[in-house]
C-alpha cells in the first residue's frame, strides 16, 4: 500500500470494510424465525429482524469509505456522523438518545490513542446505549489504545484488520498506513 495510488487505497479500505462488517455482525444483529411457504411446502428460516435498526456512527472522513458495501450486509441501518479535531467535534450528527436495545457500531479507520474513540463511546453511553450493545471496527489498532480502551470499557468488542506494535512519540502507529485521508482521497 505504500505507494498504492488513491483508487487502490480507497478499494482496498472497502473491501477490509466489508469483510470486517460480516465478522462483526454474523452473530450480533437480531433476528426472528418465522416459517415461510415454498413451492413444495413450508420451511423454518431465520432472518434479520429490520425492526431493530443498526446504529451506525462513522468517526472521520475515511470511515465511511469503510463501509460503503455494507448495505447489502445490513438490512436496516441508521447513520450518524462524527468527525474530531483534537478531542473536539467538528462535526456531531449523533442523536439526542439511544435505547438499551440499540445496536452501535463504531467505525474508526485507525486508532492509535483512546482519545476520539473513547469520548465517542463515553458521548454514546450517556446517550443511553449499553456497553454490551457497542461494537467497534477499525482496520488499524496500536497496543496502548487498545490496552486503555479494553480496561475502561471491557464489554465492547473490537474488531480490527491489524495490530502494529507501537506508537511513536508523534502519536502515529508504527509501521502504520500513513495519512489515509490523502492516500484514500488524494
Known sequence: LAMAPPVMTKNAIVELGRILTYE???EWLPVVDQEIEGSLGVAEATFVDNSQPLQ???????????????????PASQTYH???????????????SFTERDRVLLVIPELA???????????????????????????LLAPPALEKLGLKYPSIRMYCAMIDPEVNENGMIVPGLGNLETRTFG
Request: proline share 5%; glycine share 8%.
Open 24 to 26: 462483526l455482525i454474523r
Open 56 to 74: 451506525i456512527v462513522p468517526i472521520g472522513r475515511v470511515a465511511p469509505v469503510m463501509l460503503e458495501q455494507s448495505a447489502t450486509l445490513i
Open 82 to 96: 462524527v468527525g474530531l479535531n483534537d478531542g473536539e467535534y467538528y462535526q456531531n450528527t449523533l442523536p439526542e
Open 113 to 139: 490513542s483512546d482519545v476520539e474513540l473513547g469520548k465517542v463511546i463515553s458521548d454514546v453511553l450517556d446517550k443511553g446505549a449499553l456497553q454490551e450493545n457497542i461494537r467497534v471496527m477499525s482496520l
